[in-house]
Every structure is written in C-alpha cells, then in structure tokens.
C-alpha cells in the first residue's frame, strides 16, 4: 500500500489562495490561447504576414507548453512548485510585453514562445500541488474546479476580444488585458507556503520512471493522445466547417466552452459517483455521438451536436490527470507532466493530419461537381466522420480499463494499492 505523508498543517499552507491563484494562472493560460487567436487577422494586417506565417507564431504556443511541462514535472521536486510558477509569471510577462512591442515576424514567434513555456509551467506545477492539497474524492472535485478555468477563460477572454475588436481598439490593448490574471496569481502566491507531496517514493525520480514504465501508464499515456485530440481536434476545425452550414462558429465555441467549464464545477460528484474510470468511457461515446452529429448536421442541430459534444470531451483532461495522481502516484509530478505534455505533443501532430484529411476530401469531393460553400461543408463533414476513429478507439480502450480496474480492487499496480472506486488514498 503507499505511504501517506502528512502534508504540511493547514496553518502553515493556505489551500484556498494557492487554489485560487492555480486558477488565476490558468485564465492567463486560457486568456493568451483565446485573445492571441482573436486578434490574428490584426497581426496579419499590422505586420504584413501570410497565413503561414501567423500558423508558425501559433504553433509556438503548443511548443512551448509541453516542454515547459515535462522539465517542469522532472524539476518540481528538486525546485519546488514555488520556483516553477516564478519562472511561468516571467515568461508569462515576457511573452505579454515582447507580443506588445514586436518588430515584426520573429519577436512573435518567440514572445509565443515564451507564452507557451508560462502556460506549460502553469499545468506542470498547479497539478501536482493541487493534487498533494487535496485527496480522494476532494482532489477529483478540485482538480475539475481547477480545469474548468481553461474553457471558462476561454468563453471570458472570447468575448473581451470581441468586444474590444468591435470597438475598434488596437490589438495591443487586447494583449494588455492578459496582464490582469498574471499579476493577481504572482501576488497570491507571494509569500505562501506550499504543501509537500503526500505519497512516499514520489519525491524520487528514480521511483518516478519506474512507475511511468509499467503497462498501466503507458496504456493511459497513448489514451491521453486519443483523449486530447478528440478535444481539441474538432474544436479547430468545426467553428470553420459548421460555418458553412448555416451555424454560429461563435456560438458553437460558446456553447461548448461554457458547458465544458459549466461541468466541470461540478465533476467531483459526478466522478465520486461513476468513478474515474465510467466517466471516461461515458465522455467517450457522448464524444463519438456529439462528432458523428455534426459530421451529418447542418443548422440548428448543429448546436444539439455541440452541447453532445462538450459533455463528452467536458471530464477527459482533468480526469485523466487526477487517474494518474490517485492510481498511480509514484508517478509523481513527472507522471502527470508528461501525461499532460502527450496531449498537446498529439494534437500538435494530428493537426497537419487533420489538414490533409480536408485537403483529401475536397479533392475527392470537387469532382462531383460541388464547390463554394457546399464543396467546404461536405469536406468538413467527411473529415469530422474521419474523426470519430478517435472516440471509437477510446471506447473499446476505456471499456477494457474499466473493467480491469474492478477486477484488480485492491491489488497492486507499481508498488501501490489501487483504491476501490470512489475511495480516496
């Protein structure tokens, strides 16, 4: 059975500032992903940039952030989750001030670079931190209460870049705003006291790799690929295919993002309930259900699709993260990390995949005789039926867990027991 190690006493670490202050943190990481995208074509304009270019300085983002999570969860016990979070609020400031005073192609590049590596060293040390604060079922809730912040973000600084564009202000103005929650999350946690880890053996590297080379990290590692693209894959590419059939890529993005942060408020009880385990292989077929629909709708139902979809894909990150932190801890940071890091690392790489697959179909479709508008919506569709492949795989893959997971209760996975559904370490 793992050790528990009694975290610091509650005097000594203020749970609720850290808590709030991880939250801060990741509506910067949400803001600079959803401002950032909304003033792109200002970018392109201000600075005389291809479309190519402005998908490099993109890319950036999804560079920076998981190597900054993978050197961040190799470090986090060495350096404490205190040194990470100082080196995220300067490349954070860094990547913000660069952004707003750019010359020109390359200062975007890497002032997004800088962005990424804040954003990635965000998730490398709230994580764990919040994980050594909370256990069992409270982690599960706070881990979602944390998560929720991405796609809520995502909504709020949608819409502050909306409006702000609508009002004819300079793109400068929009990047300024990301200041905000960064310098809120550098005051609370100035000063503060941070909890220790909570589980014997996870301060060790050595135990680390150990426990991230056993068949059940490994199996959930290649389902975080899956998980995540079947996130963020449709989520790319469905505003701009949706476009064409008569929806509101605006309103699909609002729909699924507010559900998703809407959910995850309240995931602790929904995972107590079907553990961790049945909310991953249930997010999986309402994912398939929600990507089939809008690969065979157009209008109104459209948005049926999205609300199928956002459940789906609502619970699959932070579950994901929380399955490694109770089931297997001796992972420690590093185990989440690089969980994590594999999902941006896959949606990274599936993105071209995606590209080619709408390049593919639009070819092939084109000499039926579409084209305009009807050619790009049923390339789109025929691509998004593609992408069902990923939710298929992860429901044959989280069948096969959840079933193993209840025939092994308490037994042994890499030195530590596995807890019975529901129950906490």
Known sequence: MATIISTQTSTAVNADRLFYGSC?????????????AGILPQLGTSFGLSAEQLGFINSMWFVGFPIAMIIGGLVYYSVGPKIIM????????????LTIYAGGYSTL?????????????????????????????????MLNRFHMWFPGGIVIGSLISKFMTDAGLPWQAQIWVIVVPTVIYAFLFFGQTFPKPKVEGATSLSQNFRA???????????????????EFGPQQWVGLIMSKS????MLILALVTGLMAVGRFFGGPII????????LLGGSVFALIGIYLFSTQTGAMAYVAAIFFAIGVCYF??????????RIPRSGALGMSIVGGMGMFSTAIFQPIIGGWIDSERAAISTQGLSGDALELAAGQATLLKMTTFPIILIVAFTVLFFWVRSRKGSHVDGTEIPAPGASL
């Open 86 to 97: 100082s080196v995220a609020f300067v490349s954070h400031m860094l990547g913000i001030l």
């Open 24 to 36: 801060l943190a990741l509506i910067t990481t949400a803001f600079s992903f959803s401002i950032r």
């Open 272 to 279: 107590h309930r079907f553990d961790q385990t049945g909310v």
């Open 109 to 141: 590049l890497i002032s997004t670079l800088f962005i990424g590596i804040g954003n990635g060293c965000t998730e490398a040390a709230c994580n764990p931190m919040i994980a050594d604060t909370y256990s069992g079922e409270k982690m599960n809730k």
């Open 212 to 230: 991230i080379f056993t068949p059940l990290f490994l199996f959930i590692l290649a389902c975080m690929a899956f998980t995540a693209i079947s």
């Open 246 to 249: 008569g929806a509101s890529p």
């Open 317 to 326: 990150w932070p579950t994901m993260i929380g399955f490694v932190a109770e």
